[in-house]
Every structure is written in structure tokens, then in C-alpha cells.
């Protein structure tokens, strides 16, 4: 399934420095998309620490953005993962599809599921069981606070697991971007090395749930942001290519 959505790379010559225009709309894709994220999350409310459930709770029923907010995050998600399924069509050779791309490609389909799921229990459920905490009468506060508690355990919960299949993800298209050297091999690193932090702060949000700016968590996306750019800017950079000839 996942292979059908790729693309191959055609109509250009092999000269080193050469880079398909395809891989130019795709990393564009991906810098976009993390661009829109990292403004849509500017408006999502941040003052309340994220494990103080209480405040966190009061502080999220206050916000009259919190569905849009994540509505935005979950759009801005899949322009990303539609950049990296696009950049894998880009490195993908003429007439065979390479393992790695294939098992990148399915991760990549596989994160965007965990993404609609996680935003879907982040945007929608938390918020209306927050909202119900606030207006429940005093005898039944405590239950209703515990409902929250357990929609925020669930949110925890797959947002551990997307961590895990982006950080996958992440790892693949950074060996695919070295084996098939469209893009400089420099940028793979930081996909990598975003990779693995993703899969570390997976880890955290597993055992410790929403504890907030730990190193894996700033790593993941200090080097995502990077590879984001890099790569974007690698594209453009390069020498178009040339259409091959008889």
C-alpha cells in the first residue's frame, strides 16, 4: 500500500549535484509544515505546568482556541508526513523500491494514524471532559476530575506511541536520504539524531508523562527543525537538474 504512493524519481540525469525537483516540492513540504506547527502551538495555552492537573485542567477549559489550536497542529502534522512520503518518492530509484523506503513510507502511514488518534483525544475529549469538570457541581467534582485525569492518561498514552512511530520514522528517512545521496548526507544525521531523541522522549512521556522541556524533548526537535531547514535549503541550493537526453 504504502509503496503505491510513491513516485519515482524520473526525467533527470545522474550528474553528481543533480537533485530532482521532486525532492525540492517535498522538503519544502516538510519545512512548511514545521513552520505551521510551531505557529499554531504559539496559541496553545502553556502557562499551567503540564503535569499540575489542576491547573492545567482550569487553564484548558479557559481556552477558547484549544480545538482549532489542535485542528491547526493535526493539519500542520500531515503537510509534514505528506513532505516526507513525497521526499521518499524523490529518492526513490527508476523501476524497484528499495526496502528502506518502503519500510519508511509505511512508518510515515503508520504516524499519521497515531497523529489523528492522539489529536483527536488531546483536542476534542480533553477538552470536553475539562470543560465538564469546571461546570460539575461540588458533590461530584472529584469524579469528574478523575474522568479528566484518565482522558489526560490516554492522551499520555498515544502520545508516547506517536513519539515512537515518528521517531521510527524519522530514522528511516534518514538511512534512505544516505543510501540513495540525493540530498547531502548531513542532513540525515540530524533526521537520525532527531529519531532517536523522539524515541527517548517516548520514553519519558511513557513513564513520566507530560514532563516538559527535557533534553530528549529538546533535542528531538532542535535536530528535527534542522534536517527541516537543511535539508530544504540543500534542495534549493543544488544544481536543477538536467533532462536527460537520447
Do not use: C
Not at 512548511?32 to 489542576?54: I, K, Q, S
Not at 528499495?98 to 480533553?126: E, H, N, Y
Not at 469538570?133 to 474522568?147: I, K, V, W, Y
Not at 537543511?230 to 537520447?246: E, I, M, Q, Y
Request: zero cysteines.
Amino acid at each position: 500500500m504504502t509503496h503505491a504512493t510513491l513516485t519515482p524519481r524520473t526525467g533527470s540525469t545522474d550528474r553528481a549535484g543533480d537533485i530532482p525537483t521532486s525532492a525540492r516540492t517535498a522538503t519544502t513540504l516538510i519545512l512548511a509544515g514545521v513552520l505551521a506547527e510551531y505557529v499554531t502551538t504559539m496559541f496553545h495555552p502553556h502557562h499551567a505546568a503540564p503535569n499540575d492537573h489542576h491547573a492545567a485542567f482550569a487553564e484548558y477549559a479557559g481556552s477558547r482556541l484549544w480545538i482549532p489550536v489542535h485542528l491547526g497542529q493535526f493539519a500542520a502534522g500531515l503537510v509534514v508526513l505528506a513532505g516526507f512520503l513525497a521526499l521518499l518518492g524523490a529518492l526513490q530509484p527508476t523501476g524497484r523500491v528499495p526496502l528502506i523506503i518502503r519500510a519508511a513510507g509505511a512508518a510515515t502511514v503508520l504516524t499519521a494514524a497515531m497523529s489523528a488518534v492522539l489529536q483527536a483525544v488531546d483536542g476534542i475529549a480533553l477538552k470536553r471532559a475539562v470543560d465538564s469538570l469546571m461546570t460539575a457541581p461540588a458533590d461530584l467534582h472529584e469524579a469528574a476530575f478523575r474522568d479528566a485525569q484518565t482522558v489526560r492518561w490516554v492522551e499520555e498514552s498515544m502520545a508516547a506511541y506517536y513519539r515512537f512511530s515518528l521517531g521510527l520514522t524519522l530514522v528511516l528517512v534518514g538511512v534512505a536520504v544516505v543510501s540513495a545521496r540525493v540530498l547531502p548526507r548531513w542532513t540525515a544525521v540530524f533526521a537520525v539524531l532527531a529519531g532517536l531523541a523522539f524515541l527517548a522522549d517516548g520514553i519519558g512521556v511513557a513513564y513520566s508523562g507530560f514532563a516538559g522541556a527535557t533534553l530528549p524533548n529538546l533535542v528531538s526537535w532542535a535536530s528535527f527543525v534542522v534536517f527541516a531547514v537543511g535539508s530544504a535549503v540543500a534542495a534549493w541550493r543544488r544544481p536543477r537538474p538536467v533532462p536527460a537526453t537520447a
